[in-house]
């Protein structure tokens, strides 16, 4: 059931009461280090700084800046996302996902899927020790 939902201009934000907050990145978004830090501060106070299960979707043509990918790693430590289950739409997507996986490797687990069913599962029967 669902919690609660920010709507920012350029992300939708959905908590859910079975354990997960599901990000949706709108169209023509560019993840930049200014929301990248916006972001942080709405999933600190969602989460109240608890580790969480977080799963990313994408509309048409989003994209994320060089500083934003590095920046991803410097806030990773104080960042509430405890697994990230991203969720593909097309091969951009894909392309940016593998790049950020293998370059900016997260520290947190991670996992990239084709659908949302299969990465909702993921993100709900796994164990991560938080």
Same mark, same amino acid.
């Given at each position: 059931?669902? !919690?609660?939902? #920010?709507?920012?201009?350029?992300?939708?934000?959905? *908590? %859910?009461?079975?354990?997960?907050?599901?990000?949706? @990145?709108?169209?023509?978004?560019?993840?930049?280090?200014?929301?990248?830090?916006? !972001?942080?501060? #709405?999933?600190?106070?969602?989460?109240?700084?608890? *580790? %969480?299960?977080?799963?990313?979707?994408?509309?048409? @043509?989003?994209?994320?800046?060089?500083?934003?990918?590095?920046?991803?790693?410097?806030?990773?430590? #104080?960042?509430?996302?405890?697994?990230?289950?991203?969720?593909?739409?097309?091969?951009?997507?894909?392309?940016?996902?593998?790049?950020?996986?293998?370059?900016?490797?997260?520290?947190?687990?991670?996992?990239?899927?084709?659908?949302?069913?299969?990465?909702?599962?993921?993100?709900?029967?796994?164990?991560?020790?938080?």
């Amino acid at each position: 059931m669902l !919690l609660r939902e #920010i709507d920012h201009p350029k992300v939708d934000i959905y *908590l %859910y009461d079975d354990g997960y907050i599901h990000v949706h @990145f709108k169209d023509n978004t560019v993840i930049d280090v200014q929301l990248q830090d916006e !972001l942080l501060n #709405i999933y600190l106070e969602l989460t109240e700084g608890k *580790l %969480y299960r977080f799963l990313f979707t994408g509309g048409e @043509f989003v994209s994320i800046t060089k500083e934003a990918r590095y920046h991803a790693n410097e806030i990773e430590d #104080i960042s509430p996302l405890g697994a990230s289950a991203i969720v593909l739409s097309n091969l951009a997507h894909k392309i940016i996902a593998d790049f950020y996986y293998r370059i900016n490797k997260p520290k947190r687990p991670y996992k990239v899927f084709w659908s949302k069913e299969k990465a909702v599962k993921w993100l709900l029967d796994s164990d991560f020790g938080f």
